[in-house]
């Protein structure tokens, strides 16, 4: 039995493959057009490469699974809108949410256009042609979208009876979906319609700063540390009730400020939220892209006044206390104890963080594609498992994309009139090169699914040296010198990093670095103490595992830096010839693709 799902058209777009209920193949589009998100796109590369890579005509495929339910447009949606706006036009409070949600009736009347099912059956299936899809086409099913990531998570989770908490922007009708799964059941305990949308918070909060919402907001995340130490005269917590207010078991949000309120100053946040901030304090107006400030006396971006990063560390806050809220309450409901989490919010590590130290809780699996990207496997998993297929399966490791044998990687070198030399010790002469200070690209195996690259498309250097972050920031990502980057270190190396000493594969949800890892590797623990660790499991990665025990072995230290192989902007690098690409448009000192090492000949930085 095969099943493609799709997540197409809007966010990220990817192609998932799955057979015989199993995850075979998962894939972005960004990855093959090279265009970062490919927002509104069809995953035609992706979904050619996912069935190529396991030797399947489209003609073999069942069904096609969408993440939308597209029968839910136009009437479901049209109906639930005007019935809002009328209440609104009856409600009495001038900002009233409910008030206000009816001003968004224009984007709602675009969106029911695009999602109609036979508009969208029509681009899909015109896609598939453009692909070179020939013959009958398989039909396409579509799936309630919070459902689609109820799935993704708990199918990979490996647990039995849980909870599952999605959240995101929206679905077709809700913000927020709560379920608990018994004997494989999924009975709904927790609903926020539109447009009560943390995502929408969060979003118009990371617009607000400046940053790109749907895409940034993990900057509004890092940025929010450095709020950690003048939180208790911060006076945005008590002040950002009048927006999103915390109760014992949920929240209540205005939505006038965000995406359904009227007056757009921004397609994520109203004038009305920008009246609110600067009628405490004028000074702190909305962010333009890039905008600048003179912060103690140097010319820098300009929300890193510490104004606004009071307004960044309050706006997570208030994230991690309502997710605490809802957790809270559903434990409360259903004496369950292990929990799922997936949709675009629980890209949030530090929230991520926070959820798991709760003491109601006894385990998380927060799936690491939580974004719309890796709900096109959740909405393959519902449909095999409505075609029969039982579709428990535990999620490993993340390098489902695609994968490139020795042959090709040297294929690619030849192509490109590169010179290398052939290894045969990888891990051994990596370590070496790391030990030295070398700032590395490393390429291995299948591409990763999410935004974290763990061990197949990955920067890597040593973080014991001072100067290393700022150099891995100046010379090859170019990027914000005041984010974090990441640990990678062998499981069996937690306990003396992690104070949680938590297994967390996927660098997904952050933890408190020991004393011994922030004296000893310094460059990848933030501001507030926190790290974002993947801890690799010698079995699953073993390669991987070995580089880093082999550079622990000549440093000391068994802990890499690292992060995702691309340059800020652009998408992670997929094919060898993407590495290739980077590598020279960058500093990098050295390549390792599959058993080949690349030098930079010539270099200032001759380490030979
Ligand atoms: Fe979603």
């Known amino acids: ?144 979208h919070h459902l689609c990531h109820a799935y993704q998570t708990y199918y990979q989770s490996g647990f039995d009876d849980a909870l599952v908490l999605v959240a995101d922007g929206h679905g077709e009708e809700s913000c927020i979906s709560g379920y608990t799964v018994r004997d494989g059941k999924f009975t709904r305990i927790l609903h926020y319609p539109i ?94 892209l890039g905008e600048k400030a003179e912060v103690d006396g140097k010319i820098t971006n300009r929300y890193l006044l510490p104004k606004y990063i009071e307004l960044a560390y309050a706006a997570q806050t208030r994230l991690e206390e309502a997710l605490q809220a809802l957790v809270t309450n559903m434990v409360g409901q259903s004496g369950l104890k292990k929990v799922c989490l997936a949709g675009g919010i629980f890209m949030n590590c530090k929230a991520n963080q926070v959820i798991s130290q709760m003491p109601q809780i006894d385990e998380v699996f927060i799936h690491p594609a939580s974004s719309d990207d890796g709900s096109a496997i959740g909405a393959a998993y519902w449909v095999s498992r409505q075609l029969g297929a039982d579709v428990r399966d535990p999620l490993r490791h993340v390098q489902y994309g695609a994968a490139f044998g020795n042959d090709e990687v040297k294929q690619a070198l030849d192509i490109c009139g590169v010179e290398y030399q052939a290894l045969d010790d990888p891990a051994a002469t990596t370590a070496k090169l790391l030990s030295q200070g ?29 100067t290393i972050k700022e150099q891995v920031n100046s010379r090859v990502k170019f990027r914000e010198n005041w984010r974090p980057y990441c640990p990678s270190l062998p499981m069996e190396n937690r306990q003396e990093y992690l104070q949680s000493s938590a297994h967390q594969p996927f660098m997904i949800r952050a933890d408190q670095a020991t004393q011994l890892l922030a004296r000893q590797a310094p460059a990848i623990v933030h501001i507030d103490n926190s790290v974002r660790p993947q801890t690799v499991d010698h ?3 073993p390669l991987w595992h070995r580089l880093i025990c082999e550079t ?57």
């Open 1 to 144: 039995m095969v099943v493609l799902g799709l997540n197409a058209f809007g966010q990220n777009p990817a192609a998932a493959l799955v057979v015989d209920g199993k995850l075979r193949a998962f894939s972005h589009e960004e990855r093959f057009n090279r265009l970062k998100s490919s927002h509104s796109l069809f995953p035609s590369q992706a979904a050619s490469w996912s069935l190529k890579s396991q030797g399947i005509d489209i003609a073999e495929v069942d069904k096609i699974a969408i993440n939308w339910d597209c029968h839910k447009y136009p009437f479901t949606i049209l109906r639930n809108f005007a019935s809002i706006a009328f209440k609104g036009i009856l409600g009495k409070k001038p900002d009233s949410g409910i008030r206000s949600a009816g001003d968004g009736m224009g984007n709602v009347i675009r969106y029911i256009n695009t999602y109609r099912p036979s508009n969208y059956r029509s681009m899909l299936y015109a896609a598939l042609r453009e692909c070179g899809c020939r013959g009958p086409l398989p039909e396409v099913v579509y799936v309630n």
């Open 195 to 288: 447009p009560y949308s943390l995502g929408w918070f969060y979003g118009g909060f990371t617009a607000y700063l400046g940053f790109h919402a749907n895409r940034d907001e993990g900057k509004l995340m890092g940025l929010a540390a450095y709020g950690e130490a003048g939180k208790d005269d911060n006076p945005w917590l008590k002040r950002l009730d009048r927006i999103l207010k915390v109760k014992r078991h949920g929240f209540e949000l205005n939505p006038y400020y965000f995406k359904m309120g009227g007056n757009y100053h921004h397609a994520r946040y109203t004038d009305a939220l920008a009246k609110f901030i600067t009628d405490y304090d004028a000074d702190l107006r909305p962010i333009g």
């Open 438 to 466: 070398k700032i590395l690209g490393w390429f291995q195996g299948g591409a990763e699914m999410g935004a974290r690259a763990l061990g197949g498309r990955s920067i890597i250097a040593c973080p014991t040296q001072e």
């Open 539 to 541: 079995e699953v990665l």
């Open 552 to 608: 622990g072995k000549l440093t000391d230290v068994p802990v890499l830096l690292n992060t995702s192989f691309n340059i800020r902007g652009e998408p992670i690098v997929n094919s060898p010839y993407d590495a290739i690409r980077t590598f020279f448009s960058t500093g990098l000192d050295a390549l390792v693709m599959g058993d080949f090492l690349v030098l930079k000949q010539g270099s200032k930085r001759n380490w030979q």
